[in-house]
Nanobody, 124 residues
């Protein structure tokens, strides 16, 4: 599976951005996916994970109520709608895919495939 994240950019605090993750290669529809982020000088941080059907998702407390994850298995796409952005949301955002039949997970080492990352910068 190859993953391509896009949609990052520069936005003022309180603004919104929508990230996309396009998957190609082997189908990704039978496993959970997630978004992680990494700020300069910090470790990669869990943001949200979504089940393979899209029916369930688990959010980090820091983004709950502001971010919304979704996926379209027919189009091999995953999305992250980010609202009410804060300067502390500034990071490189990565989409990731688990091995087949994997469930929701918060652990980066349980994801097998990663996109290249897209920069999100929120100015105060």
């Amino acid at each position: 599976v190859q993953l391509q994240a896009s949609g990052g950019g520069l936005v003022q605090a309180g603004g919104s951005l929508s990230l996309s993750c396009a998957a190609s290669g082997r189908t990704f529809s039978s496993t959970a996916m997630g978004w992680f982020r990494q700020a300069p000088g910090k470790e990669r941080e869990f943001v949200v994970s979504i089940s393979w059907t899209g029916a369930s998702a688990y959010y980090a407390d820091s983004v709950k109520g502001r971010f919304t994850i979704s996926r379209d298995n027919e189009k091999n796409m995953m999305y992250l709608q980010m609202n009410s952005l804060k300067p502390e949301d500034t990071a490189v955002y990565y989409c990731a895919c688990r091995r087949p039949f994997g469930g929701i997970s918060l652990r980066p080492n349980e994801y097998e495939f990663w996109g290249q990352g897209t920069q999100v910068t929120v100015s105060s």
